[in-house]
């Protein structure tokens, strides 16, 4: 069931820090380019970030798409669209492409 308002299938915890467990956190949308911001709510493909992991450094998520963090959240959240919401193509035709 999709639910309204942010929530993530990967923690539940918003407040802290997905990696470091820190309270300052910046939420992160694990899916980035125009329309896929919605679409990450709608699926709960968010996750709270600190912000140096987030976007305000070298070593974040925005400056190193793709990484291993990065890589990461998309396989998880790929894998999880794909238990609950559909299949392999519904999900490249929403997100782009296949991380898995």
Not at 20 to 27: C, L
Not at 32 to 42: A, S
Request: charged share 20%; hydrophobic share 30%; aromatic share 12%.
């Amino acid at each position: 069931m999709l639910m309204t308002g942010k929530w993530s299938v990967l923690t539940d915890d918003l407040k802290h820090c997905y990696v470091t467990g820190s309270t300052n956190v910046a939420i992160h949308h694990v899916f980035p380019g125009t329309g896929r911001r919605k679409r990450c709510e709608k699926y709960g493909f968010i996750v709270p970030l600190e912000p140096a992991l987030h976007n305000m450094s070298d070593i974040s998520i925005h400056s190193n798409p793709n990484s291993g963090l990065d890589l990461l959240l998309k396989q998880r959240c790929q894998e999880y669209f794909e238990r609950h919401y559909g299949n392999r193509g519904e999900f490249i035709s929403m997100f782009g492409r296949s991380y898995l």
